[in-house]
């Protein structure tokens, strides 16, 4: 059963704990100064890579430039 105590705002909101962090993190970096906004930006890009695995082997793996939030 669940508690009738104080709910988190954020979840109040309707928003994931990890949707509110995100949230934060860009106003932080949005209100640094330069050269430390830049720096901070070009840290949010995400790489990863997808392997398409057939029949027990990896295929050439694809890269993918990803940035949280668009």
Avoid at 1 to 21: D, E, H, L, Q
Avoid at 45 to 66: A, C, I, L, N
Wanted: include cysteine.
């Amino acid at each position: 059963m669940a508690s009738s105590g104080a709910v988190p705002f954020w979840r109040a909101a309707g928003m994931t704990y990890i949707t509110y962090s995100n949230i934060c993190a860009n106003l932080v970096r949005n209100c640094l100064k330069e050269p430390y906004k830049a720096e901070a930006l070009s840290r949010e890009k995400v790489h990863f890579s997808f392997s398409k695995w057939v029949e027990g082997k990896p295929e050439k793996p694809t890269v993918r430039s990803d940035t949280p939030g668009q």
